[in-house]
């Protein structure tokens, strides 16, 4: 259940940096002065560098006091309080809040004293700063943890200091060191002028906590921005105002790839508010996955966002389709049910044992699955504010990928000229990975010089989104004697990128794909058909929709043999219970991942089973469903309780979620996430992005509706608060949902889903 893993392309260029970007490489101990990236370190350099915050604690008619800085994500005043420091883009995850418990709880800091605030875009620092893929906690975990281990030994040790004790006698807690043999207390805010002069300890010194001893991790935490959010104080970049802004909105070919000939520039020109209005000739694409191209299109610029918007809408562009895509959805569809009849694709990227014969000489169970595309929708529109000075650039936007170097190529500046401020972002699911947004208001400002926010309206993001790629799986298995598995066949048909000649973003099939070492017969293969149209990360990416179509056919499978689908599965991880994880294929430049373990799925799966009441009586006309699927290192299985009148209108009443992500940060955020998970896959249940000549048909939420707020379930939140290292929480709990639904469908209706949207096959979400 390794979906997710084969974006190695997007990960390398995630962390290995970009074109124009160098890694940072440097010494343990260089780490402590000059960074505090990946290692954890303690950055004493950076205290010359923020006057702003001494200036924001000074007191009235006498100079600031000065701040303890012992790292890069702490800071110390003197009247004792704490400003921790979230080095990646909050976009609704949670991540702001959790990376601030992390810190405050090695730094056995009081939580009452604690303000969270966003960092600098600075590599140089913190190295790659981004959120996606549920790697935020996992990638800053230990770093995180240092800071605060490293912060509160320096505390220490200027307390040891100044009472002429060992600093083995002394303790902390609620951001006071104590030493109990005295009876001598000292409040952090009065040692951090004295350990802010003090060096910093080394990172192999630190003495982390024990989970036993945590006092704030695995306890409930209300958001970090949540009294900025419901007040509508400033956070996003749509709330940036700077004097002088212009507003402005690029037009862009409907077919991807068309370019503007001409436009109806006269009447454009003349129409109130409007400043001025030109063809973009667009930049060329680069080579990185994750670096994009300003497409060519029409620019209009003007007063307000009113005012080029209503121009808009007079827009008589004239476009040139000879180099647009001609992708078209139906032909895919025709393709792929040709292409199903073969016993496998065209590349064999898995083979164990001789599955042929195994499925030869048993019983068999067949199925064909379809997925479509689906559009991010974002809830936020893309938009960017830019401000290009000739000789630098300097940028408000809410991306999850913060990078100056692509922004910096499109302007033809160094990275280090350009200033990439960070703000909250409204949604990403994965789209704001990619700065084509951001590179078009760059792009714009150079073309005016001087600052513009660039705005796109829900068409914009509907048209030209970086899509979920769609699929199809065909698979055949085979039952022994006893009803067990004994033989597994599947074919993913998928697309490859017509660009770059690679397998599109979270399309085909893993090699380590469940269950590929749980069968002795076993093969996995793809045929891919080549696809224009931007494709992209989308929550979960790959494993959103492998969950799908494997623990669907599954649950087929499990119907076949006449076995309890909950024990068909326990049985199934069973055979390798007690013998540690599988294998997982390794992603460039990130911490070591673990694979699947079977005994935490089963754990998992009991534990979803015990609290979902599997096997018990329920209410007339009501069925369970069950999933499970490990994806981000998270293993989770979800039981979903549905039922289903005359009109197939269906209602998830419940849905039990069972996770094992290792220790919980935050509980609160940790179940929203959940929560956001389930309603979020509810709702895909009935969308679609469907493309002819390579245009989108659906361009507005009219023709894709998301799910409104009375088709959530009751949805309960377990937690198996294991001691494995933690995994982030977007992303594992939206895998399971789907299928635990529609094998929840087929216990209640005896018909099997195997079209997503199920609007195909008549069904509707109530």
Known sequence: ????????????????????????????????????????????????????????????????????VPGAYVRIATDGKITLISKNPEIGQGIKTAFGVILAEELDAKWSDVTIVQADVNPAVYGTQFAGGSMSIPMAWDSLRNAGAGARAM?????????????????????TVIHAASGKKASYGS?????????????????????KDYKLIGKRFTGADNDKLVQGKPLFALDVQIPG??????????????????????????????????????????????????????????????AVFSARQKLKVEWDHSTASKDSWTDYVKQAKALSTKVQGDAVVKATG??????????????????????????????????????SIELWAPTQLPNQ?????????AADKVKLNQMRVGGGFGRRLLNDFVCEAAYLSKAINGPVKLVWTREDD?????????????????????????????????FKDTASGGTSTASGISANEFPVTYVNDYRASQSLMPLSMPVGPWRAPGSNTMAWVQQSFLGEVAA??????????????GRKAGKGQDGADQMPGMPRQAGLNPDRAIGVIKMAAEKAGWGKPLPKGHALGLAFYFSHQGHVAEIAEVSVDKDKKVTVHKMTVAADVGPVVNLSGAENQCQGCVVDAIGTMGLEITMENGAAQQTNFDKYPLPRMPVSPEVNVHFVQSDFSPTGLGEPAFPPAVPAICNAIYAATGHRIRTLPITKEGFKIA
């Open 354 to 391: 001789d599955v042929d014969k195994a499925l030869a000489g048993g019983k068999t169970v067949e199925a064909f699955y379809q997925f479509a595309f689906v559009s991010h929708a974002q809830l936020e529109p893309q938009n960017t504010v830019a401000w290009y000075k000739g000789d």
């Open 405 to 413: 170097a692509i922004v910096g190529g499109v302007v033809g500046l």
């Open 191 to 211: 040692l951090a002028t004295a350990a802010a002069a003090l060096p910093p300890p080394d990172v192999k010194s630190l003495k982390l906590k024990a989970r």
């Open 462 to 494: 509907m048209r030209h989104d970086s899509y979920r790629v769609g699929g199809f799986m065909a698979y055949k298995a085979g039952l022994d004697a006893q009803g067990k598995l004994a033989a597994f066949n599947a074919h993913m048909i998928g």
């Open 245 to 306: 802004m212009k507003y402005a909105i690029l037009e862009k070919c409907p077919s991807i790839g068309g370019k503007a000939k001409s436009f109806n520039v006269d009447e454009i020109k003349k129409l109130p508010g409007v400043l001025d209005a030109f063809i973009v000739e667009g930049t060329t694409p680069s080579k990185n996955v994750m670096q994009t191209a300003v497409l060519p299109g029409v620019a209009i610029i003007g007063k307000n966002t009113w």
């Open 560 to 573: 076949a043999a006449k076995k309890d689908h909950v024990e068909f599965l326990l049985e199934l991880f």
């Open 1 to 68: 259940m390794n979906a997710d893993m084969n974006l190695d392309t997007l990960v390398r260029d995630l962390v290995a940096g970009f074109e124009g970007e160098k890694a940072v490489a440097v010494s343990r101990r260089g780490f402590l002065k000059v960074g505090a990236g990946a290692a954890g370190g303690l950055v004493l350099a950076l205290s010359a560098g923020l006057p702003s915050d001494a200036q924001a604690q000074a007191g009235p008619g006498g100079p600031p006091p000065i701040p303890f």
């Open 155 to 175: 505390l220490v040790a200027a307390a040891a200091k100044q009472w002429g004790v060992p600093e083995s006698e002394l303790t902390t807690s609620d951001s």
